[in-house]
């Protein structure tokens, strides 16, 4: 069966302490991970998309990693701007647009 | 208007009312998606339209009815709702249905009761 695990569950850290949030996956076939921010009371909002083992992208403080079961996310030194619930997902299938998420690590960062 | 804009932000509803859900995007996209997310649980998806098409329905019950009547515009008609479907229901968009990332509306927050 196909799954997306994501830890920790929360996370709380000081401003310019970072960490990275993990997502592991078992899927069959792999046609992309996506990772999103989500605002309380907001949709998500589309960060990065990974599609295979030792790519890496960076956005800002943000950094995300790939290998053949898990995917990272890296923070350097947050700001307390980056405080979020960060989803990763993983396409399945071909075409059918179907994304398996994961449940989500809420990010909070004090000043 | 830009993005993906979902109406009403919130509703409540009895278990026997009839209502709608409406998604609007301005994206020029050509795939449309109803997602439901519920507190301590994965985004969870429902259907998938590509250029107008169902291509994915994700073993929804059949309270809720999807219609697509064209690229721009999606609905979710909602009947004989139960209280567990109280959730936030989010719309989304991408360029197609295969590995474009999805732009998310801010979601109907619904209740029933």
Sequence with gaps: EDQVTQSPEAL???????SSLNCSYTVS?????????????????FLFTLYSAGEEKEKERLKATLTKKESFLHITAPKPEDSATYLCAVQVGINTGKL???QGTTLQVKP | ETGVTQTPRH????????????????????AMYWYKQSAKKPLELMFVYSLEERVENNSVPSRFSPECPNSSHLFLHLHTLQPEDSALYLCASSQDAGDSPLHFGNGTRLTVT
Excluded: A
């Excluded at chain 2, 509703?11 to 050509?30: A, D, F, I, P, R």
């Design chain 1, 100 to 102: 398996i998420f994961g």
């Design chain 1, 12 to 18: 709380r850290l000081q401003e310019g302490e970072s």
């Design chain 1, 29 to 45: 076939g792999l046609r992309g991970l996506f990772w999103y921010r989500q605002d309380p009371g907001k949709g998500p909002e």
């Design chain 2, 11 to 30: 509703l409540v509803m009895g278990m026997t009312n009839k209502k709608s859900l409406k998604c609007e995007q301005h994206l020029g996209h050509n």
